[in-house]
Structures are given as structure tokens and as C-alpha cells.
């Protein structure tokens, strides 16, 4: 069942996802940025977020459509972005916009 505290652990994690503190470039390679209080790794479409407590938060344009998060306990939650399929190129589409991000025709939303 969802409580309190799992609210507070994701809204900690959702915030850091979008406005990493003190983000910066990693020092060692270029697919990596480092901010206080954990790594970003984006490759092959999948960008990661590992927190330093042992938190992973995941997000891309594979199969899962959405927001992966493992807790540092292990537990997981993940989000998803209501879609639907582009009438013209068939690829995932959020359901609210208008126009196909990928090929650009126009919204074959059912209440359009
Ligand atoms: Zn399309």
C-alpha cells in the first residue's frame, strides 16, 4: 500500500531528477555528470540516476515508457506516462500531445 514515506523518498528523487544539485561535468568520462549526491549516466537511450545512498532512478526511450526508481531498500516503483501509438509511424507517443515527436503527423487523439 502506498504511504507517507514512500512519498517522501520518491518526491526526494523526483526533485533531484529534475533539478540535480551542484551538477557537473564527471571528471573522467563524457557520458557521466556527477552531482551532490550521486552520478548521471546517459547511454544507448537510458539515462540513470545513481544516488549515493544506493537509489537508482531510470529513464528512456526503450521498452519502459516511463520512470524506474529502486529505493535504497530494493524496493521498486515505477512510473508510467500514459501513450499511444502514432497513426503513422507506429512508435510510443505521450497520450496529450498533439503532434508525433517522431515523424510529426498531426494527433489521432480519440477526443481531438
Ligand atoms: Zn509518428
Same mark, same amino acid.
Given at each position: 500500500?502506498?504511504?507517507?514515506?514512500?512519498?517522501?523518498?520518491?518526491?526526494?528523487?523526483?526533485?533531484?531528477?529534475?533539478?540535480?544539485?551542484?551538477?557537473?561535468?564527471?571528471?573522467?568520462?563524457?557520458?557521466?555528470?556527477? %552531482?551532490?549526491? *550521486?552520478?548521471?549516466? +546517459?547511454?544507448?537511450?537510458? =539515462?540513470? #540516476?545513481? %544516488?549515493?545512498? *544506493?537509489?537508482?532512478? +531510470?529513464?528512456?526511450?526503450? =521498452?519502459? #515508457?516511463?520512470?524506474?526508481?529502486?529505493?535504497?531498500?530494493?524496493?521498486?516503483?515505477?512510473?508510467?506516462?500514459?501513450?499511444?501509438?502514432?497513426?503513422?509511424?507506429?512508435?510510443?507517443?505521450?497520450?496529450?500531445?498533439?503532434?508525433?515527436?517522431?515523424?510529426?503527423?498531426?494527433?489521432?487523439?480519440?477526443?481531438?
Amino acid at each position: 500500500m502506498w504511504d507517507k514515506e514512500l512519498s517522501h523518498e520518491l518526491a526526494q528523487i523526483l526533485k533531484v531528477i529534475a533539478d540535480p544539485p551542484d551538477l557537473q561535468p564527471h571528471p573522467q568520462n563524457s557520458w557521466s555528470q556527477v %552531482f551532490d549526491g *550521486g552520478v548521471i549516466e +546517459v547511454m544507448t537511450g537510458l =539515462t540513470t #540516476f545513481k %544516488f549515493s545512498d *544506493g537509489a537508482r532512478a +531510470v529513464y528512456g526511450t526503450g =521498452t519502459n #515508457f516511463g520512470l524506474s526508481v529502486t529505493l535504497a531498500s530494493g524496493e521498486k516503483v515505477s512510473i508510467d506516462i500514459e501513450c499511444r501509438l502514432c497513426v503513422m509511424c507506429g512508435r510510443r507517443i505521450r497520450n496529450h500531445v498533439k503532434y508525433c515527436r517522431h515523424c510529426g503527423a498531426a494527433s489521432n487523439k480519440p477526443d481531438d
